[in-house]
Structures are given as structure tokens and as C-alpha cells.
């Protein structure tokens, strides 16, 4: 059995910015710049992009990124990523382990990757989401899911909302998500919760089935890129950062 598996699912027709997956980025599609890095985070023992849009299996084909072709059907990330564990287990191939790394959070850091997969590690974890401390308008902002989180960093609740009520400071989901292969297929077999559907937020269906969700702090800044004047922020963030470099040869 193969230890870890990274997911990267993209899709063309989202609401909020159509066709997002490939809009370049410093020249460079974002979903390039979401495998390229994951890829040199160097845990996954295969990392594949799942997609139901010929569009981007065409673009995978050209720069030889891994590519698997899913259901239009799935309502969240996490559903297309279980499908992709279906295919690849029918094809006899298995994962302990499974990151799912959004295809648009285009600056993830290689070490946020690390820190993820390292989270399951001496662990009895079974679902592990990287979180990052927020502020200003942020708070407000309904594409930032805002996470509550205990003492040992378990995560209590999700929401688009203000929380907590009046305050200053924050912490943000980030669409970076550990599962066993055991959760995930259970989260398959558990129907939509309530606050899942009110939210949009997929882990909500975890816990409001009473199955923990582990908040892994990550070491730097992520963004995501869920409107057109996002791409400047991000290429603000990304310009310079050392990484870029040991990829753009192949996609500029």
C-alpha cells in the first residue's frame, strides 16, 4: 500500500470566477503553480489533478501533469476526491493517506504540504485541515471560511459568517485537508448535513456527525483565489518567492 495520495480537484464552470483553473498567473496557469509546488513538497507518493472539464484534461495531457476525468455531478471538493480514490483502487492502486490540495490556493507553500502530511504521523488523527490566523476585512468576507477551534486546535465549528462575534481577529480555513482513507469513504456514505448545505462547506458534514477535524497551523500566508481581482494579490505574494523559478521554464 502506498502511503500518501495528493489530490488536486479543478473544474472550469465556478460561479464566483468561470474558468479560474487556468487563468495565468505571472504567466502560468494557476493550476500549474498548485501542482508544481505540491510537487516539490515531495510527500505524495502520487499526485494527480481530478477534473470533469476536457479543457484541463487537455492541458494536463500537454505538460504531462497526471490527470484523472470525474463526475460533473459532485456538489464538493472532497466528494470529487473520493471518486478519484474509487478509480484508482479498481485500478489496484491504494492510499493510506489522502491530501486534498485546492486548485485555487495557487501559493501554497511546500512546507504547508509537508506540514500536513506530517500531521498523521504519531497521530491518531483522522482528518487534519490547515488553518491560518486572519484579520480586517477578511472577517467579513463570505468567500473566508472562518474556523472555531479548541485549545488542542480541534476544530468546533465552520462558517462564512463573522466569527467570533465582534472581534478583530480571526483564523481561516484554508482549502488544504488531510483524510484517512477511512474518513474519506465514510464522509462518501454520510448524506448532506444541514449546516453543510447553509454554509457550503464540505468538512461541516465531519462534524455534524461528531468526527473531529485536527486544525494544523500553516507556516505562511495562503489566499484564496475566489474572484478576478484576487489574481494580483496572489501574483504580489508568489513574485519572488523562490519557488517559481524551478518551474516556470516549463509552462513560459
Request: hydrophobic share 40%; aromatic share 6%.
Amino acid at each position: 500500500m502506498n502511503q500518501t495520495l495528493g489530490v488536486i480537484p479543478a473544474r472550469m464552470s465556478s460561479s464566483r470566477f468561470p474558468n479560474k483553473p487556468l487563468e495565468k498567473i505571472l504567466g502560468i496557469p494557476m493550476l500549474a503553480h498548485c501542482y508544481e509546488r505540491a510537487l516539490l513538497s515531495q510527500v505524495c507518493d502520487h499526485l494527480v489533478v481530478a477534473t470533469p472539464d476536457q479543457e484541463i484534461i487537455n492541458w494536463a495531457n500537454e505538460y504531462k501533469v497526471p490527470v484523472l476525468l470525474t463526475s460533473h455531478d459532485h456538489e464538493r471538493a472532497t466528494e470529487r476526491v473520493a471518486e478519484v480514490i474509487d478509480i484508482l483502487e479498481t485500478e489496484g492502486q491504494f492510499f493510506q493517506n489522502i491530501l486534498l490540495l485546492q486548485g485555487d490556493e495557487p501559493q501554497i507553500h511546500p512546507d504547508d504540504v509537508i506540514k500536513l502530511h506530517e500531521a498523521f504521523h504519531g497521530n491518531k488523527f483522522n482528518v487534519v485541515n490547515l488553518v491560518y490566523p486572519i484579520e480586517g476585512d477578511d472577517l467579513s468576507d463570505p468567500n473566508v471560511v472562518k474556523v472555531i477551534i479548541s485549545n488542542s486546535n480541534s476544530i468546533t465549528f465552520l462558517t462564512r459568517s463573522h466569527v467570533p462575534h465582534d472581534s478583530k481577529k480571526g483564523i481561516r480555513q484554508l482549502g488544504m485537508i488531510g483524510f484517512t482513507n477511512e474518513a474519506l469513504k465514510t464522509y462518501i456514505k454520510l448524506k448532506m448535513t444541514p449546516l453543510e448545505i447553509l454554509e457550503s462547506i464540505d468538512m461541516m458534514r465531519f462534524l455534524e456527525n461528531d468526527i473531529s477535524i485536527q486544525g494544523v497551523f500553516a507556516s505562511s500566508q495562503i489566499i484564496g483565489v475566489d474572484k478576478p481581482s484576487d489574481i494580483q494579490k496572489a501574483e504580489k505574494m508568489m513574485k519572488g518567492d523562490g519557488f517559481l523559478e524551478q518551474y516556470q521554464k516549463k509552462y513560459l
